[in-house]
């Protein structure tokens, strides 16, 4: 497992009147090689968690172990900067963060910090801006002659100049539209099933995590409440409903067919065989 | 004529392309209509255009029979109000109360008339129990319903909404769809909304279609959104019920256009009935 977390705790401001406990004995394996799926209402920990993956955050309990490192509460972590190399965190909003005058540097920065040469950071932008699907032309540009989503592509490629092995991204479609949507889920989904990267993406929307991601994990009131694979999340509504999620398009259409009298087997999870199963039970040409 | 008017109207940022482009349209008072497009297509650019806050190049718009320049442009803006996208951006007080009452201070509304109305508004959008807030405190939904308590402050008989749920997660989008749909049925409020929520289109009463800063189509939602062709042009969301119906084609079934799944749903029974 490349990231899992041990009885983690996290409390923020402890012995002080606005001590609050975010996480609480989080328990949780992620596995490599998969895109993750981690969702929650706002306020639920969910920020708390990810930055605890690359040790924004530390933990006040328990013990994380990412890649070949284990950070455990209250001992002074070791290797940190090596481990921010490693996993690349993508904030909310990422084009806010630009502030190079062309984008080319802007991408280049991250390397230059971790000891790449000029020419090595700037090969390695280069190679960035072409795995988020950027024309050559633009590494010349202002990042702010850019379209919102190339800013957000631009800032994304600044993460994976540095070669991470794990992405993190927070709500990274959030104001996008939605062919802008689509165009960046597809980029996730190429740098996982390319470029072999570990994968988590903190989301909103259920149709994404239905048809990007491997597994689910569920974050409420600061615990892991439910971890599992997507295909089952969503075997049908019950789940979701009972903990206030609006499931996909498709689960719900199988839900309002289901309850019309129509008989949908629960294993149906695609478009076409839900269209055939149901030309199957009426009579209309 | 409509409470908004709109006629070749133009506008551009800088001299290489137009934003918008001899765009016209109309909407009729007390009605809820909502604008889409993709990102760039000039959507945001014409709301501003409409509340007077970008100086438009040429053609006219017309609100509630004044024509916008600069003698009635503050008539005009005393009609509309508008909220915009991001939450964090447009909270200006330090507390809920201070926030909706900053408008009201600018219009020098004597302070006993104030605390009226700014009771009256915050009940509207349910945020009574949090007028002594701070805003670090309060959600996304929560900081755009203030937005919205604080234009209705202002009693305007046009609100825009400038996707105003885009970057708030599912419970505070469905809180505010909830009121604007609460406002426009109870106060009669003329509502523009711009907007990619599917839901929100489905339930108003006129949609405007922009691209590349032109109008490329107006009607009613099933008008506008019945045609998968087009909305894959547009870069628009298919809604699911659309794709359904042509995977049920394919497979020998052939329904009708429905924008919603409940209408695909309604039709399917009925032919399962008449077996």
Known sequence: ?285 | MGIIDVRNLNFSYDETSKTINDVSFSVEKGTYTTIVGHNGSGKSTVAKLIAGLLEKEGGSIVIDGLELNIENLYKIRSKIGIVFQNPDNQFIGSTVRDDIAFGLENHCVPQEKMDEIINTNAEKVRMTKYLDHEPTHLSGGQKQRVAIAGVLAMKPDILIFDEATSMLDPQGKDEIKKVIRGLHEESGLTILSITHDIDEVAGSDYVVALDGGKVVMTGTPHEVFGDEQKLRQMKLDVPFSLKFARELAKAGVKTDKHITMEGLVEELCRYRSNM
Do not use: W
């Open chain 1, 1 to 285: 497992m490349p990231i899992s977390f041990e009885h983690v705790g996290h409390t923020y401001s402890v012995g002080t009147p606005f001590e609050y406990a975010a996480l609480k004995d989080v328990n949780l394996d992620i596995r490599e090689g998969k895109i993750t799926a981690i969702i929650g209402m706002t306020g639920s920990g969910k920020s708390t968690l990810v930055q605890h993956l690359n040790a924004l955050l530390l933990p006040t309990e328990g013990t994380i172990r990412i890649l070949d490192r284990t950070i455990t509460a209250g001992e002074k972590p070791k290797k940190l900067k090596s481990l921010r190399k490693d996993v690349g965190l993508v904030f909310q909003f990422p084009e806010y963060q630009l502030f190079e005058e062309t984008v080319l540097k802007d991408v280049a920065f991250g390397p230059k910090n971790f000891g790449a040469t000029e020419d090595e950071a700037a090969q390695r932008a280069a190679k960035a801006l072409k795995q988020v699907g950027l024309p050559a032309d633009i590494a010349k540009k202002s990042p702010l002659e850019l379209s919102g989503g190339q800013k957000r592509r631009t800032a994304i490629a600044g993460i994976l100049a540095m070669d991470p092995q794990i992405l993190v991204l927070d709500e990274p479609t959030a104001g996008l539209d939605p062919a802008g949507t689509a165009v960046m889920m597809e980029l996730f989904r190429t740098l996982n099933k390319e470029y072999g990267k570990t994968i988590l993406i903190v989301t909103h929307d259920m149709e994404q995590v239905f048809r990007y991601c491997d597994d689910v994990v569920v974050v409420a009131d600061g615990t892991i409440r439910t971890k599992m694979e997507v295909k089952d999340f969503f075997r049908d509504s019950s789940l979701c409903k009972s903990m206030n999620i609006l499931p996909p398009a498709l689960i719900r259409m199988k839900d309002m067919l289901t309850e019309k009298g129509f008989e949908i087997p629960e294993e149906i999870d695609d478009i076409k065989s839900l269209a055939e199963c149901v030309a199957g039970q009426v009579n209309h040409g």
